[in-house]
């Protein structure tokens, strides 16, 4: 089966840092994104890991071990737009052949002054 | 550029009645992706088509929803008749997928449908 688990809420003080995890256990692992959605909007693309190790943007980097079924996203300097919702999805191959993510449930995050 | 194009943005129906969502994607992209998002459930893959032909619809919740692409530039999904547990936001997404199927790349995603059924 495929089960993806990340903490429901988070709360953080902005121009901290914050450190989001991500566990997972599916079949067929091949990659891991993180996604922000702020309330009412869409997802939007923030990072992709599929070696082992960390994976810096700006303010944000992702870590990925997969050999414990782990990530976490790492936010710096926190600012207050940065409250939203945070998803780890997992790429995985399905017994078909073909890739597709599965979403966790998400973090939501909020940055107050 | 333009992103993915979804509309209605807002849809309210009665138990019963049928629903039509709309997507274009994003031009060039040829792997298009149709989601629901619930608070209960969170984000759901529904169907996802690659090169205009549906390559995994097993997230289709029943026959009352079904899925089209009948050109790389369009896509709708429906839900005939509709009942009040369809109320979610429906997402499409696409991306560039230059494996055949094989290399889900980055998904970007449309601003989503909210539909709500009474």
């Known amino acids: 089966g495929q089960n993806i688990d990340q903490p429901t809420e988070m709360t953080a003080t902005e121009g901290a840092i914050v450190q989001i995890n991500c566990t997972y256990q599916?079949?067929?692992?091949?990659?891991l994104f993180w996604y922000q959605q702020h309330a009412g909007e869409a997802p939007t693309f923030l990072s992709y890991?599929?070696?082992?190790g960390l994976e810096e943007k700006g303010r944000f980097s992702s870590f990925l071990s997969r050999s414990k079924g782990y990530s976490y996203l790492l936010l710096k300097e926190l600012q207050m737009k940065d409250s939203a919702s945070y998803l780890c999805?997992?790429?995985?191959?399905?017994?078909?052949?073909?890739?597709?993510?599965?979403f966790g449930a998400g973090t939501r995050l909020a940055v107050h002054p | 550029d333009a992103g993915v194009i979804q509309s209605p943005r807002h849809e309210v129906t009665e138990m019963g009645q049928e629903v039509t969502l709309r997507c274009k994607p994003i031009?060039?992209?040829?792997?298009l992706f149709w989601y629901r998002q619930t608070m209960m459930r969170g984000l759901e893959l529904l169907i996802y088509?690659?090169?205009?032909?549906?390559?995994?619809d097993s997230g289709m919740p029943e026959d009352r929803f079904s899925a089209k692409m009948p050109n790389a530039s369009f896509s709708t999904l429906k839900i005939q008749p509709s009942e009040p547990r369809d109320s979610a936001v429906y997402f499409c997404?696409?991306?560039?997928?230059?494996?055949?199927?094989?290399?889900?790349?980055?998904?970007?995603f449309g601003p989503g449908t909210r539909l709500l059924v009474l």
């Open positions: 997404a696409s991306s560039l997928d230059t494996s055949g199927g094989q290399g889900v790349k980055t998904q970007y």
């Open positions: 599916t079949s067929g692992f091949n990659g």
């Open positions: 890991n599929v070696l082992d």
């Open positions: 999805a997992v790429r995985a191959r399905s017994s078909g052949g073909y890739n597709k993510l599965i």
């Open positions: 031009s060039g992209h040829n792997s």
């Open positions: 088509f690659n090169n205009n032909v549906p390559i995994d």
